[in-house]
């Protein structure tokens, strides 16, 4: 839970008093898509299967998003939201060692909310007096306490909730505020609940590979079959929930994470571009390479709902972490990945706060949040590590902008925090992340033996 300071309120205040605008005269909807690149997606819009995303980029701007190296999604979905990088915001990877860990190599927790050292977002709107609902975005469990409805990245049963087993804990608040936490847990989707007509549309899954997918109880790091199965339930999950929340929730920001694009990316790009690998099933790639371009329909389906309930006088960002290329592995379970991350992810932006047809100058995930602080009349910080991308902006927002304040983590202090210390599933998960090579010995990334191996991308 994140409070303001009284002081912190006053500077704010005057900050704001400064500016002409007092109330937001733009509404926002981020959209995150975990992965997207457009390599991917260029050759959908040219033949017309993005309709949703198509009609953004014909009436706003877009261009490649420049991501932060190493590219793990907890440090990224978090500067995202901070407009800071991890050496300020802290959260660095998928692991965190406690400042009273008596054995770093062995005392790691999951990463998670607590452990983030600046505000975010959604703290800073609520310190303004705005409001804001957040949903599935990495590193958000525990809930915080804002001004609105934040759905943590614990909400969804999947891949990350399974393998840590945190989900269970009593007292940690997975929805904020806790009264709506049965009316968001209705519209979660279980993995066992999958439609697989819906799966079935987007691939031609053997008779075998059907029944791997109905019988999954669990996702195995690397298996493409489970990992779908639990990410698309999850990726469901958020959606639905967004949706619900731009309908019976409205905010001056709203921001939902799209989660499936990515894993989808690493367990079947040696199907999608088989010429990049050796030894692909050429019968599996004709059956199986249309999956990741489809999924990419689908998932603009979900934008199209989102848009929709939305409105159209919301301004909308569109955005990934990084975007994807093939690592020249086949993804096997348990040992490989066939698609890594790249540093050119995804930007879009339209709307009534967005210039159309404007040309974003090398906009960095580090802009993002400056960007939307900009577009909702609030003051950026100066102790931000990214830009406002001005070049991008509408008259208005640039007239009434506010000046800027020294830094929002003024603003605000961080209660006792809850505690976060590791269970004996949290320790199974951190073994597993050790087998694969994905962590050192002290429990920072690994860099594993083998071809490729330092390219490996997230699990």
């Given at each position: 839970?994140?409070?303001?300071?009284?002081?912190?309120?006053?500077?704010?205040?005057?900050?704001?008093c400064?500016?002409?605008?007092?109330?937001?005269?733009?509404?926002?909807?981020?959209?995150?898509?975990?992965g997207?690149?457009?390599?991917v997606a260029?050759?959908?819009?040219?033949?017309?299967?993005?309709?949703?995303l198509?009609?953004?980029?014909?009436?706003?701007?877009?261009?490649?998003?420049?991501?932060?190296?190493?590219?793990?999604?907890?440090a990224?979905?978090?500067?995202?939201?901070?407009?800071?990088?991890?050496?300020?915001?802290?959260?660095?990877?998928?692991?965190?060692?406690?400042?009273?860990?008596?054995?770093?190599?062995?005392?790691?927790?999951?990463?998670?909310?607590?452990?983030?050292?600046?505000?975010?977002?959604?703290?800073?709107?609520t310190i303004?007096?705005?409001?804001?609902?957040?949903?599935?975005?990495?590193?958000?469990?525990?809930?915080?306490?804002?001004?609105?409805?934040?759905?943590?990245?614990?909400?969804?049963?999947?891949?990350?909730?399974?393998?840590?087993?945190?989900?269970?804990?009593?007292?940690?608040?997975?929805?904020?505020?806790?009264?709506?936490?049965?009316?968001?847990?209705?519209?979660?989707t279980?993995?066992?609940a999958?439609?697989?007509?819906?799966?079935?549309?987007?691939?031609?899954f053997?008779?075998?590979?059907?029944?791997?997918l109905?019988?999954?109880?669990?996702?195995i790091?690397?298996?493409?079959?489970?990992?779908?199965?639990?990410?698309?339930?999850a990726?469901?999950?958020?959606?639905?929930?967004?949706?619900?929340?731009?309908?019976?929730?409205?905010?001056?920001?709203?921001?939902?994470?799209?989660?499936?694009?990515?894993?989808?990316?690493?367990?079947f790009?040696?199907?999608?571009?088989?010429?990049?690998?050796?030894?692909?099933?050429?019968?599996?790639?004709?059956?199986?390479?249309?999956?990741?371009?489809?999924?990419?329909?689908?998932?603009?389906?979900?934008?199209?709902?989102?848009?929709?309930?939305?409105?159209?006088?919301?301004?909308?960002?569109?955005?990934?972490?990084?975007?994807?290329?093939a690592?020249?592995?086949?993804?096997?379970?348990?040992?490989?990945q066939?698609?890594?991350?790249?540093?050119?992810?995804?930007?879009?932006?339209?709307g009534?706060?967005?210039?159309?047809?404007?040309?974003?100058r090398?906009?960095?995930?580090?802009?993002?949040?400056?960007t939307?602080?900009?577009?909702?009349?609030l003051?950026?910080?100066?102790?931000?590590?990214?830009?406002?991308?001005?070049?991008?902006?509408?008259?208005?927002?640039?007239?009434?902008?506010?000046?800027?304040?020294?830094?929002?983590?003024?603003?605000?202090?961080?209660?006792?925090?809850?505690?976060?210390?590791?269970?004996?599933?949290?320790?199974?998960?951190?073994?597993?992340?050790?087998?694969l090579?994905?962590?050192?010995a002290a429990?920072?990334?690994?860099?594993p033996?083998?071809?490729?191996?330092?390219?490996?991308?997230?699990?």
């Amino acid at each position: 839970m994140w409070l303001p300071r009284a002081a912190g309120l006053a500077l704010l205040a005057a900050a704001l008093c400064a500016c002409p605008r007092q109330e937001p005269s733009h509404r926002v909807l981020l959209v995150g898509i975990d992965g997207a690149t457009f390599r991917v997606a260029d050759p959908l819009l040219r033949a017309g299967k993005l309709p949703n995303l198509a009609a953004l980029i014909e009436r706003g701007v877009r261009a490649p998003l420049l991501s932060d190296e190493p590219m793990y999604s907890p440090a990224l979905w978090t500067t995202i939201a901070t407009g800071k990088g991890r050496a300020k915001h802290g959260i660095e990877s998928f692991t965190v060692v406690p400042p009273d860990a008596a054995d770093p190599a062995r005392d790691q927790v999951l990463v998670n909310g607590n452990f983030r050292r600046t505000a975010a977002l959604w703290n800073m709107l609520t310190i303004a007096g705005r409001t804001v609902n957040f949903v599935g975005w990495w590193a958000t469990w525990p809930a915080e306490a804002v001004a609105g409805t934040m759905v943590s990245d614990r909400t969804a049963r999947d891949r990350f909730a399974d393998w840590a087993a945190d989900r269970a804990r009593p007292g940690f608040r997975k929805v904020h505020p806790p009264e709506a936490e049965a009316e968001i847990g209705a519209l979660v989707t279980p993995p066992q609940a999958i439609d697989f007509r819906e799966l079935q549309a987007l691939a031609s899954f053997s008779e075998a590979e059907r029944a791997r997918l109905a019988g999954a109880q669990e996702a195995i790091p690397y298996d493409g079959l489970s990992v779908l199965k639990f990410a698309h339930q999850a990726q469901k999950s958020y959606a639905r929930i967004g949706h619900y929340c731009l309908r019976q929730r409205p905010a001056d920001l709203t921001a939902v994470l799209l989660v499936a694009t990515d894993p989808v990316s690493h367990c079947f790009w040696h199907d999608y571009e088989p010429e990049s690998f050796e030894g692909v099933d050429p019968e599996e790639a004709a059956r199986l390479g249309g999956l990741i371009p489809r999924y990419y329909e689908y998932v603009d389906g979900l934008l199209g709902e989102l848009l929709a309930a939305a409105g159209p006088e919301t301004t909308v960002i569109v955005c990934s972490d990084h975007g994807f290329r093939a690592s020249g592995l086949v993804a096997k379970p348990y040992e490989a990945q066939s698609g890594e991350h790249d540093l050119h992810g995804l930007f879009v932006a339209a709307g009534p706060a967005i210039r159309r047809g404007a040309e974003p100058r090398e906009p960095r995930i580090f802009d993002i949040a400056p960007t939307l602080l900009a577009i909702l009349g609030l003051p950026i910080a100066r102790d931000f590590d990214g830009r406002v991308l001005r070049e991008i902006l509408a008259p208005d927002v640039l007239e009434d902008a506010p000046a800027p304040i020294e830094s929002w983590d003024r603003l605000w202090r961080r209660t006792e925090p809850e505690a976060a210390a590791a269970g004996g599933a949290d320790e199974a998960f951190l073994e597993e992340l050790r087998v694969l090579g994905y962590l050192g010995a002290a429990g920072g990334p690994g860099s594993p033996a083998g071809p490729g191996a330092a390219r490996r991308p997230e699990p």
